[in-house]
């Protein structure tokens, strides 16, 4: 099974300063469609989780532009920019090339 | 409005069974696939299970495979998921999620509000 391995686990931030997360894959997750299947969740206390980003860098509809995702065919980032209090949460990264689908462990974003 | 909505979940005693269900309102249904979805207390996201469209397809997660069958019914739109054998590790709460469609690998793309299942030993 791909396993994504996400840092930091904890990342405390300043309102308004940037924050970056780190997905890698122990896999390539390139599709022979040409697309890379890694997308972004974030779970807000208490809530289900949301689509933030699809296919590494497509942001979901209703998503702030402060959200931007980049990668490799194994190594992904999230950078949340300008970062606010209701970007709080548990950000999980997932592939869906193959099953079994699997997640990252989550990275728990606080505000200082 | 878009509902996903299970019921089912409870406290249960290890080696016995239940089914958890998943209503969808507000929502296309017969031509999506569907997930399982869990999340043990304090832990992070498990994926368990996904349906094909048509029920023709299934897969599953190890950690689950030969105890717990997902199965669907269109005429309903609904999902079921019968949780044989259950374990103390199953313990958690099961997310109901049907993929995206025209976004290819956005496989969680509506969540329902998840249902407890709380195994006891």
């Known amino acids: 099974e791909i396993v994504l391995t996400q840092s930091p686990l904890s990342l405390p931030v300043t309102p308004g300063e940037s924050a970056s997360i780190s997905c890698r894959s122990s896999?390539?997750?390139?599709?022979?469609?040409?697309?890379?299947?890694l997308d972004w969740y974030l779970q807000k206390p208490g809530q289900s989780p949301q689509l933030l980003v699809n296919?590494?860098?497509n942001r979901a509809s209703g998503v702030p532009d402060r959200f931007s995702g980049t990668g490799s065919d194994t190594d992904f980032t999230l950078k949340i920019s300008r970062v606010e209090a209701e970007d709080v949460g548990v950000y999980y990264c997932?592939?869906?090339?193959?099953?079994?689908?699997?997640f990252g462990q989550g990275t728990r974003l606080e505000i200082k | 409005q878009v509902q996903l909505v299970e019921s089912g979940g409870g406290v249960v005693q290890r080696g016995t069974s239940l089914r958890l269900s998943c209503v969808v309102s507000?929502?296309?249904?017969?031509?999506?696939?569907f997930h399982w979805v869990r999340q043990a207390p304090g832990k992070g996201l498990e994926w368990v299970a996904v349906?094909?469209?048509?029920?023709?397809?299934?897969f599953y997660a190890d950690s689950v495979k030969g105890r717990f069958t997902i199965s669907r019914d269109n005429s309903k739109n609904t999902i079921y998921l019968q949780m044989n054998t259950v374990r103390v590790d199953d313990t958690a709460r099961y997310y109901c999620?049907?993929?995206?469609?025209?976004?290819?690998?956005?496989?969680?793309?509506?969540w329902g509000q998840g249902d407890l299942v709380t195994v006891s030993s």
């Open positions: 999620a049907r993929e995206h469609g025209s976004l290819p690998g956005a496989n969680f793309a509506f």
């Open positions: 507000g929502l296309p249904f017969s031509d999506y696939a």
């Open positions: 349906i094909s469209y048509d029920g023709t397809y299934t």
């Open positions: 896999e390539s997750l390139l599709h022979t469609n040409g697309y890379k299947y």
């Open positions: 296919l590494v860098s």
């Open positions: 997932v592939q869906g090339l193959q099953t079994p689908i699997t």
